[in-house]
């Protein structure tokens, strides 16, 4: 029993580091029908960044942990927002040429990465409390666990919120239904699309730093080997679709867990989850609609 | 908001600095649009009346709703696109939208997620005024049906929903496609009377099957055959003509309500 909540429990705060990668690549695709394979780098850089301005502060303490958290997010934002200003918007409507200037920044990237960093993971440290346990059911739960479970719904909730109670979060969800119709209202919709990428680089910078306390290190391929993951959600809950994002996360995530615990074969469960979702339901969960 | 949007209209026509009662608003010279490499509309002409309802009609993928869509830069087109004397043919569709084109799409293209008020707020346009006065007097059931999502209305509250979007804000002209396909008759008739109300407070580029329709509404017409506009005219003369419906519409411009659908 207390093996069944362990792994649901570490499942679930694994699957909120994924649904802050997915929640953005999901968003980019469905608004803007780009496949974003540079998502992966914005994390590691958050995470990167994060580690460096925690290191600094004292990465024990609560204050340098929180800002690395906040630096983390600041760090992917940014980058993501330079990425579609300068790279990806220069593309608009050619998305082989996208995708093309996607996975070369992503190796780009990652080779400045390891220069700057170097190729061997950098081991974390984060408040003691971080790396202690919580007994519930018999189960000692790492805390960073509910750390990231927590701060991934608080995200959930601000994207849900933005998407339906401001002008901008308006012009998404109707832009994933329907661009054409929303630029022929008048709209640029070149504004949302940066918005959008730099929301979801804040996420993913966040999910990098929270990665990085779940694993204990950071790399220079942290954000690539999650980016392979967050790219299956992302086609499992639905490509556009938040709300399938999160659910198709937790999902991905438990299943990993127990299946790599039981057979040792997560990564290949996850994979057999997938098939099975693309041949019965080809759009996904949650098909493609941005539905908060 | 204006209490009484056809004089201020007739107005505007009158006194604008360059408009003269007769300049079309929009003029379409040579217009040529493709698809995705394949041409779909070859050699068209036309204007729209600075007042009134111009129809462009002809039988069906001869290049009406392409021409629409070539106009409001939502497929690729080359050739003179003028908006009261000024070049939009190379501009971005969302600022051809901006000088004041309203669009109505042929598939209504209500944003099924969004409630009926968002997809009205989606619409307001900045630096225009959103005469919501106008649109629930027209359409009183978008108001009552305010909070419902857009996606789970009928076809003709959908298309209330779509025209109500291009009424709201102070445009120079209106395309419109197809507003009554697919409806049932009543709401034919509640459309066309929108329509009238419609083209009383812009200019309208109307594409329209049902041949009663454009009887009651249209002055001018525009006739297109593969892709190149072949006549234009005065709609009644045209209608009244049975050798040029039945050669260019292949149906009788007689008052059948199914017109050519």
Do not use: C
Request: glycine share 12%; hydrophobic share 50%.
């Amino acid at each position: 029993m207390s093996t069944v909540v362990l792994l649901l429990i570490t499942g679930v705060g694994l699957g909120a580091i994924y649904f802050l990668v997915a929640s953005g690549l999901s968003l980019i695709y469905g608004l803007m029908g780009v496949l974003n394979f540079a998502h992966g780098v914005f994390l590691t850089f958050g995470a990167f960044l994060g580690w460096e301005v925690a290191a600094r502060m004292g990465a024990t303490t609560w204050a340098g942990f929180a800002a690395s958290l906040l630096v983390g997010a600041l760090a992917g934002a940014v980058f993501a927002a330079l990425t579609e200003r300068f790279l990806v918007q220069r593309l608009y409507e050619r998305h082989i040429e996208q995708v093309l200037i996607t996975v070369g920044l992503a190796l780009a990237v990652v080779a400045l990465f390891d220069g700057i960093w170097g190729t061997d993971a950098r081991f974390i440290s984060g408040p003691p409390w971080m790396s202690r346990t919580t007994t519930i059911a018999g189960a000692n739960v790492p805390n960073d666990r509910f750390v990231a479970i927590v701060l991934a719904v608080v995200v959930l909730v601000a994207i849900v919120l933005f998407l339906q109670r401001t002008r901008y979060g308006m012009i998404i969800r109707a832009g994933v239904e329907n661009r054409s119709m929303v630029t022929a209202l008048g709209i640029d919709v070149r504004t949302a699309f940066t918005l959008i990428f730099t929301i979801g680089g804040a996420a993913a910078g966040l999910g990098g730093v929270l990665a990085s306390h779940a694993f204990g290190y950071v790399s220079p391929m942290l954000g690539q080997t999650l980016l392979i993951f967050a790219f299956i959600v992302t086609v499992i809950g639905g490509l556009g679709s938040l709300t399938g994002a999160a659910i198709a996360s937790v999902l991905v995530a438990v299943l990993q867990q127990f299946a790599n615990y039981y057979w040792g074969y997560g990564d290949f469960a996850v994979v057999v989850l997938l098939a099975v979702v693309v041949l019965t339901r080809p759009s996904g969960l949650m098909g493609k609609k941005v539905t908060a | 908001m204006t209490s009484s949007p056809p004089s201020r209209d007739a107005a505007t026509v009158g006194a604008g600095p360059t408009a003269r009662p007769t300049a079309p608003v929009l003029l379409v010279r040579d217009l040529q649009a493709h698809v995705a490499g394949q041409q779909v509309v070859e050699h068209v002409d036309l204007q729209v009346a600075p007042t009134g309802v111009t129809a462009l009609l002809g039988r069906n993928g001869v290049g009406k709703t392409s021409t629409i869509k070539a106009v409001m830069g939502l497929i690729g087109r080359s050739g003179t696109i003028e908006l009261d004397g000024e070049d939009i043919s190379t501009l971005p569709t969302f600022r051809i939208a901006g000088r004041g084109v309203g669009y109505v799409p042929e598939d209504r293209e209500v944003f099924s997620g969004l409630t009926v008020t968002e997809n009205l707020r989606l619409a307001e346009r900045r630096g225009s005024e959103h005469r919501y006065d106008l649109v629930y007097e027209l359409f009183p059931e978008l108001e009552q049906r305010g909070a419902q999502a857009a996606g789970t209305l009928s076809g003709g509250q959908q298309q209330m929903v779509s025209l109500a979007r291009a009424l709201l804000n102070d445009n120079r002209v209106l395309l419109i496609d197809e507003p009554t396909k697919g409806l049932a008759p009543r709401l034919v008739t509640e459309v066309a009377e929108a329509l009238a109300r419609a083209a009383e407070v812009a200019p309208v580029l109307l594409v329209e099957q049902n041949l009663q329709v454009v009887r009651d509404l249209a002055r001018h017409v525009v006739v297109l055959t593969d892709g190149r506009s072949v006549h234009h005219g005065d709609a009644s003369d045209f209608l009244d003509d049975p050798v040029a419906t039945q050669r260019l519409l292949g149906v009788h411009g007689g008052t059948d309500p199914a017109g050519a659908a």
